[in-house]
């Protein structure tokens, strides 16, 4: 029976119990199956998370959508946060049914609950006074008491509200949405059934992705509405959770371990991405997202499969693993601190795109540093409460 990982894959990150890339290197047909099984510890994910917060920052700087591509594809580091929201949740709940024979949904919410809430409802209650006591009456302030109530209940992916900077919020209630069923779905329904279930999601999801059902939508809604939800779509966290279900089962291991388990096999679907954002057209909706979400799939699977990858040194390297351990600040932060480096940089007339990257990013930092210290991890500590490890640190 593997050891417990339940906070490792909530977190992506356990210290010294961890297998060790050395022994995922010398280990070899079931042997490698096996290893993965035991792993507490995926030691890259941190470091793709950060890749993916830095694009998604630079995505928000003002003048980037006026750089070619790639450059204007940042929004996509939310595609790869979904699938590795799907990835982790899935193989957490697969391998805590594999070693107590059932998934305890309390307990599950209870983890979910320490680390995602606190600080976001925090910042809700923080703006809100803010526009209470600095400009009550303005339209500004009107528009966000009216998108409130869809920031407070995560269904800010299914209209379409001006919340002002805390308008990245839809793609939480995405995931919100999905800790909300999809966690019941793996205990309630026959283990043979969920990879099934997930393709029939992924489905019914690429018929808005191919536009297929226009006509539908125009028809419930009078015109194209301008909701998130059917632009980005919940394919990307089923294709997380299809990876989890694929690795989870040995022949599935070795299908994968075969096509991307190579010390350099993540350069072929990392180029396959990169050449994808170079070429897909304006709109990518259909095949070039599709293509894109595959892409990113294999090249977590590529960075999971085995432990000492290529890419490995960069991505658990200290600076850009720490960046990715805070990056669920970084994403409820940033827009603010854009905000806040636009003023100030533009009343010094030096508004260089790098420079308010930079400076954004930087800044963006340093709260979500604060936060995590001051706020998250002293939180986090109870989640061994919660069927956690007492101390482990939280995933983004």
């Known amino acids: 029976m593997p050891p417990p990982i339940e906070t490792t894959l909530d977190l992506a990150r356990e210290p010294a119990e961890a297998t060790s890339p050395t022994a995922a290197a010398t280990a070899t047909g079931e042997d490698a199956y096996g290893t993965y099984l035991a792993r507490r510890h995926f030691g890259s994910l941190d ?16 003048k980037a959508a006026s750089w070619p591509p790639p450059a204007r594809r940042g929004f996509l580091g939310v595609d790869m ?16 049914r594999r070693r107590t024979g059932g998934i305890h949904l309390p307990n599950f919410y209870a983890r979910r609950t320490l680390r995602i809430f606190p600080i976001y409802y925090l910042l809700l209650a923080t703006v809100s006074f803010a526009y209470l006591a600095v400009k009550p009456g303005s339209a500004s302030a009107a528009a966000w008491f009216a998108g409130l109530p869809y920031l407070l209940t995560y269904t800010l992916n299914w209209v379409h509200a001006s919340v002002g900077n805390l308008s990245v919020a839809w793609s939480l209630a995405a995931e919100e949405q999905f800790y909300l069923v999809w966690p019941a779905a793996e205990k309630y329904l026959k283990p043979r059934w969920t990879p099934a279930v997930l393709l029939a999601v992924i489905g019914v999801n690429q018929l808005l992705n191919f536009r297929l059902i226009d006509p539908v939508v125009v028809a419930l809604y009078g015109t194209y509405p301008n909701l998130e939800i059917l ?15 694929i690795l989870d089962r040995r022949g599935g291991f070795e299908a994968m371990r075969r096509l991307v ?3 350099w096999a993540f350069v072929a679907p990392a180029a396959a991405l990169a050449a994808l954002l170079v070429l897909a057209p304006q709109d990518i909706a259909g095949w070039p997202r599709l293509g894109i979400q595959l892409a990113m799939m294999l090249l977590l ?10 890419a490995r040194p960069f991505l658990s390297w200290g600076p850009v693993a720490r960046i990715g351990l805070i990056s669920y600040g970084m994403y409820l ?9 636009v003023m100030l940089l533009g009343r010094l007339k030096f508004d260089a795109t790098w420079v308010v990257f930079a400076a954004s990013t930087l800044a963006t930092i340093a709260v979500a540093e604060v936060s995590f210290r001051l706020i998250e991890s002293p939180l986090l500590q109870l989640k061994g409460r919660f069927g956690g490890v007492k101390g482990a640190r939280p995933t983004a």
Not at 50 to 56: G, T
Not at 81 to 94: A, N, Q, R
Not at 301 to 310: G, K, L, M, N
């Open 47 to 62: 470091g793709i998370r950060c890749l993916c917060i830095l694009a998604v920052v630079w995505h928000h700087i003002p």
């Open 81 to 96: 946060f979904f699938l590795l929201s799907g990835f982790l949740i899935v193989t957490l709940l697969l391998r805590e």
């Open 231 to 245: 632009q980005t779509t919940f394919t990307p966290i089923a294709l997380g959770a299809l990876l989890a279900h």
């Open 261 to 263: 388990g190579g010390r």
């Open 301 to 310: 699977a590529s960075v999971v499969v085995r432990e000492d990858h290529a």
């Open 333 to 341: 932060y940033h827009m603010f601190a854009i905000q806040a480096v």
